[in-house]
């Protein structure tokens, strides 16, 4: 059996059995997290979401009318099996935006074992920088929290959505095309609004770009910018419901670096050791970054979601939860894709490149490496009931 055929048939036994595995594991997790009332095993947001949306009527979230839903029909229980069904999505679009931004050439078992690497790498953390691998550290791989574990799969389907839509927008923009990205960007933004604060400041460039470059006609890319509309209404609902009295907050404040920097002393250079791997890689392909549109949009998304988190805070009883940490959580997955699908590359083409090159791509290699050795360990130690915040 030639070595192609070999690698193919070892994807597509790996691919189902380890997403089934790390499918049944969240299951697990999840679980144990409905369980928790107070101490650090399995500890989690869920219990209060829980409580919030079934005790207090709170609803600032689409899962929490999911949560309202399955309480009122005693069918409670089923909820981390729902909660891993949205670990699993995760994976399933990622996988589908690896095979779109390297033009459909990633082999689909392939991409799926890269997809569930992206769902797993974490900060390379180093201690005594941080309060710990999680609290003071930016990641996308993020288990404790319902809203964001919707948002994810979510914002992956409408970001897919959105880079075929803008692909062909100088050809056509159909009705079918246009409502269908409008109602999933909603459905994304009524599941956690920090995805669109963090994504649409991207899609506007773009928009941007595309008039001023007279890419596609103006009604066009009007019609195409109008999809943000029912997203404003979404978000202004649910700043209604956050922010009143009993919500336990009662604003937003430009704050620079007041909650991103709550928990480490060294705010760059934690910033830096979040995203190592995707700025090594970003350094190497600066020059092709407004040749790439890939590359270009995941990059003003990481800057949007960064400067957001940095900038805001809440006012009231939420003001050090960094909130607004959630939009730049999600673009890490982004920018982690667009570099590993440019380091595979690198690597394909390894024999034209100078030695120093060679180097620094092993290197990247070693940093992507720690990255993931953070988020297995983080995942495991998870599983086994330590607290998401892992203190020291």
Known sequence: MSDKKTSSAVFRIAAPVLTVLYTALCIFLYYKYMGWTEGSVYESDLPAHISLAVDD???????????IGLSKSGTLIVLPVLLGLFAALSVFFTAELIIEITDKKTNPNAAVLLALLLNIVMPCYIRGLSDGRYMG???????????????????????LVYLNIEKDISK???????????VILTITTAAKPNFFLAVTPAMLVFLIIDLAGKKAPLRRLVMFGSA????????????????NAGAGGSGIVIAPGKAMGAHTGYLLIVSVLSIAFPLMMLLLHIKEIFKNRYLL?????????YMEYFLFSEKGARDMDANF?????FTI???????????????KDIKKKNI?????????????AYHTYCGLLFFIRLCMGVSYMMWG
């Open 325 to 329: 940490s959630w939009g730049y959580a």
């Open 333 to 347: 997955i982004l920018i982690f894709g667009i570099s590993l699908v440019l380091w595979i590359n690198d690597l």
């Open 172 to 182: 056509k923009l159909t009705v079918k095309s246009y409502l269908f990205f409008t």
């Open 137 to 159: 550290m930016h990641a996308s791989s993020i288990w404790h929290n319902s809203t964001y574990l919707m948002m994810k799969w979510l914002g992956l389907w409408t970001i």
């Open 228 to 243: 943000v509309l029912p997203s404003f209404a979404v978000m202004i609902l649910q700043n209604r419901a956050l922010f």
């Open 356 to 368: 120093l090159t060679k180097c620094y791509l092993a290197g990247c290699g070693l940093v992507l």
């Open 57 to 67: 009527g709170l609803i600032y979230s689409l899962i929490s009318l999911i949560i």
């Open 297 to 305: 949009f995941a990059w003003l998304c990481a800057g949007c979601g």
